[in-house]
């Protein structure tokens, strides 16, 4: 396993960089601002054993340099950068796996770069937060109501309700944030899961500091309220979608688009995760994403 500093242009993204495999896959995380600790240290071992696996902390993100005030923060700037990363690395084609925030970059980046991207794999993706935001509210109501916060409740449902399609200015994430220490809740299948994520978390070397440094991915919240659904059936490389039965992200209208939309839409559940099937199952999610490397060959 190699760490190492990447300059994209007038900054550093960390890299980890692990396996020695010729398909190489990227890892291109969500948030925003999450970084890739999670995914490198759940699953990166058993990926690495037969992919070599790239992992990137996105500019700005946990491990790289601090955001720099110029260029302006973006979803194309961001691929960008995984393009830099890719020729300093000597690759010439890879798979993207990008979740949650992480998989619309990632379909904008194959679309973009075709000649670039091998295949595609969605885990848990948001191609449109109107659609999240919908399907969560009602739950984060649910859960509001039995601590107590019937406001909290009444807001998350009025949110939900609205006509016009939805935007930051909506409030949602505020909303379902008034869970407070409950709010991790709607992420996870079940207490396990989280307490695993939240171990893995706990036993890292991380700064506090690094960890803030994701809030200067807050710009790319806005992106993610324009639909990129409208890009799936641009696709032309193999591609699937994998995502926790509970997870509340990957909402069932989104999941329908993909199904409906994309050639050849392969979706995969997995009967103990929410959001992070990588922390909740990792054997099992490993083994969907080894599975589709495979049928590249």
Same mark, same amino acid.
């Given at each position: ?71 302006? +923060? &973006? ?11 890719? $020729? /300093? %690395? #000597?690759? !010439? ?31 848990c993706p948001t191609f449109d937060a109107? +659609? &999240? ?11 509001? $109501? /039995? %601590? #107590?916060? !019937? ?22 994430r505020e909303a379902t944030q008034r ?119």
């Open positions: 396993m190699a760490e190492l500093f990447v300059d994209v242009g007038g900054t550093r993204v960390f890299v980890d960089d692990r396996g020695s495999r010729s398909t190489a896959v990227l890892y291109v995380h969500g948030g925003p601002g999450q970084g890739s600790y999670d995914l490198t240290a759940s699953v990166g071992d058993l990926l690495s054993r037969h992919v070599r696996l790239v992992a990137v902390d996105q500019r700005g993100a946990l491990r790289s340099d601090p955001l720099p005030a110029e260029p302006p +923060l &973006t979803r194309d700037l961001l691929i960008a950068d995984f393009e830099a990363v890719r $020729r /300093e %690395l #000597g690759i !010439e084609r890879w798979v993207l796996l990008g979740h949650s925030a992480g998989a619309p970059v990632a379909l904008e980046y194959a679309v973009a770069h075709p000649d670039a991207v091998s295949a595609v794999i969605f885990s109107d +659609l &999240t935001d919908r399907h969560r509210l009602p739950v984060a109501a649910k859960r509001l $109501r /039995e %601590l #107590g916060d !019937e406001e909290g409740a009444v807001l998350c449902e009025e949110i939900a309700a609205r006509p016009d399609h939805l935007s930051p200015a909506d409030g949602a869970l407070g220490e409950h709010y991790l809740e709607l992420f996870f299948h079940d207490a396990d899961g989280q307490e695993r994520y939240l171990r893995l978390m706990r036993d890292s070397e991380l700064t506090d500091e690094q960890r803030e440094r994701g809030m200067s991915h807050l710009p790319l919240i806005e992106p993610m309220y324009r639909s990129t659904l409208g890009l799936l059936p641009r696709l032309r490389q193999p591609h699937l979608l994998v995502h926790g039965i509970d997870d509340l992200v990957a909402a069932p209208a989104m999941i329908s688009a993909y199904r409906q939309t994309a050639q050849g839409a392969q979706v995969v559940t997995l009967a103990a995760s929410g959001h992070f099937p990588h922390v909740e199952e990792p054997e099992a999610f490993a083994a969907v994403v080894l599975e589709l490397v495979a049928g590249l060959d």
